[in-house]
């Protein structure tokens, strides 16, 4: 696995994946649309959105953005498949249909007719190809998904694209679908900005997308603004939005009283204790939308080195942690237990019995059947700077296992420090709390990039530096069949060998809360692209 290129800073963020696709019959798609039945009456008023975000727009070019800006890059781009509303169900975007050969190699997608890119020039089955080789060539961004992955891609009538991969991957259609998955670009751009640097520098500046929405100006340091696309596929008729304004403002507090004066929208991203407190006694005008993710924080453990070498070890520290201290009276019930690796939302999550709550007993049963009776060594913990979530597991993590006898060193390192030392086995903390979420909707995506040995590190995000030969080979096999099945069944003894050796601790799932006007309508969470916006179906109506 390539290492993923989304920041650490950055983390907020089924098998479904065939769509019936299987066995060479064409999938039932064709009358599904990506988009919400259109609404016969228009909202009147203003129909500019403003966005507090607090990460600054990195660029335009979805072969490389991989990082938060994507919630820019789908309202401008859109992918050959898309996820339904809230939930991990491929439907058609600018695919139409597809089918799946039998071997589950050959992926044959039918186009879209009438489907104008930004530069004003038709899609194409030309388009697709280039945009899919182009990722691949530049090799950043969600290029490691899709490395080597095919074999070759035909395009024998215009708007006919037929994939042929090198290999099954039933988790293909996932990934094609996901918030970073290959967006694409209109060919005529592609082939006039490629230069020396692949169109890099242009479409970083530029963009040439499907999307409902264009890029009027971006103001670097400022704002972004994105204008509706007139000729946009899907139509305009019912209620949409005009303008997108993406305004960056660094600070939660100063999001917040722009939020509650009216001067913008969306408060993106504010801190637990900010929409603690507007959820329960919201101010006039303001609403805290509510709904599941796939986002969810753990304390990774470093499997190879010293006592946590020992499952018991970690087994006991997994007992000592005080999971409903911290979400009842630390976050306010504004997040949920989290129970498997897997996200709760994931409906391959953990089915059986999770052994692991709150109790000291048993803790210090196993420390003392694994040698450690009265614990006698210490354990460095990193922890990001300005990230309250994670300093409360910390010092939850410390108070706790002080009563085993171990003592937690937190030291307190910037952003790219601790990428820099988490990336390495050597310099790898002993316990680190981090936030993961699944670059695309299956349940391989979590369970590889954190388990898998070849993700170790700056490879993926296998932090604890876990390796088990039979969660390898289940990892390889599990994509290996287009069963949904077998699939399933893999991913629960996945789980139980977790359960077993707990290479980490799984704390909470975080649930999408955004502080926003009332005004605002259509809004829905999305788990799998929780830092983005359904911007097509949003629109602003007095209540």
Request: proline share 5%; aromatic share 10%; charged share 25%.
């Amino acid at each position: 696995m390539q290492k993923r290129l989304r920041t650490l800073a950055a983390l907020a963020l089924s098998v479904a994946l065939l769509s019936g696709c299987s066995g060479g019959k064409p999938a039932d798609q064709t009358n599904q649309s990506a988009q919400t039945p259109q609404q016969p009456s228009k909202p009147q008023g203003d129909q500019n959105l403003v966005i507090g975000v607090e990460f600054e727009h990195s660029g335009n070019d979805p072969a490389i953005t991989y990082d938060n800006s994507t919630r820019l890059i789908v309202a401008m781009y859109e992918n050959l498949v898309t996820l339904k509303k809230e939930t991990t169900e491929i439907i058609p975007q600018l695919a139409e249909k597809w089918n799946v050969s039998e071997d589950g190699k050959v992926y044959t997608f039918n186009l879209r007719k009438g489907v104008k890119f930004h530069d004003g020039t038709d899609l194409t089955a030309e388009a697709v190809k280039l945009s899919l080789e182009r990722m691949v060539k530049i090799n950043k961004g969600p290029a490691w998904m899709f490395k080597g992955a095919w074999e070759k891609i035909d395009t024998p009538d215009p708007l006919t694209v037929v994939l042929t991969l090198k290999q099954p991957d039933a988790s293909f259609l996932a990934k094609l679908a996901g918030p970073a998955g290959p967006q694409i670009i209109s060919a005529k751009a592609i082939k006039e900005h490629s230069g020396t640097d692949d169109g890099q520098a242009y479409f970083r500046e530029n963009e040439a997308g499907t999307g409902p929405y264009t890029l009027e100006k971006w103001e670097k340091g400022q704002q972004v603004v994105l204008a509706k696309f007139a000729d946009y596929w899907g139509g305009w008729q019912g209620k949409h939005l005009d303008k997108l304004i993406f305004k960056y403002v660094k600070e939660a507090s100063t999001q917040q009283q722009l939020l509650e004066k009216g001067e913008i929208d969306v408060a993106y991203l504010l801190p637990l204790d900010q929409l603690k407190a507007l959820k329960d006694k919201p101010p006039a005008g303001v609403k805290v939308s509510d709904g599941v993710t796939q986002n969810v924080r753990y304390i990774a453990i470093h499997n190879q080195r010293g006592p946590l070498k020992d499952k018991r070890v970690r087994q006991a520290i997994a007992y000592a942690v005080d999971y409903d201290g911290l979400i009842k009276n630390v976050w306010s019930d504004l997040e949920e237990p989290l129970i498997g690796p897997l996200p709760n939302a994931d409906p391959n999550h953990f089915k059986g019995t999770w052994p692991y709550k709150f109790d000291m007993a048993k803790a210090k049963a196993l420390m003392k059947e694994a040698g450690y009776e009265k614990g006698g060594f210490s354990l460095k913990l990193g922890l990001y700077e300005n990230n309250d979530p994670f300093k409360a597991i910390a010092e939850v993590l410390q108070a706790n296992l002080k009563e085993l006898g171990i003592d937690v060193q937190i030291e307190v390192h910037s952003n790219a420090s601790m990428s820099q030392l988490s990336g390495k086995i050597d310099t790898m903390f002993d316990l680190m709390p981090i936030g993961n979420y699944p670059d695309y909707g299956d349940s391989s995506s979590m369970l590889g990039n954190e388990l898998a040995s070849w993700a170790w590190g700056a490879n993926g995000w296998n932090f604890s530096y876990y390796k088990s030969d039979r969660v390898d080979q289940l990892l390889k096999d599990v994509n290996l069949t287009t069963d949904a099945a077998k699939r399933a069944q893999m991913f629960q003894e996945i789980q139980t060998v977790f359960a077993d050796e707990v290479p980490l601790v799984p704390v909470s799932t975080r649930r999408n809360l955004i502080a926003m006007r009332d005004t605002v309508q259509g809004f829905y969470a999305r788990p799998m692209m929780g830092n983005s916006f359904p911007v097509y179906d949003m629109y602003k109506e007095a209540k």
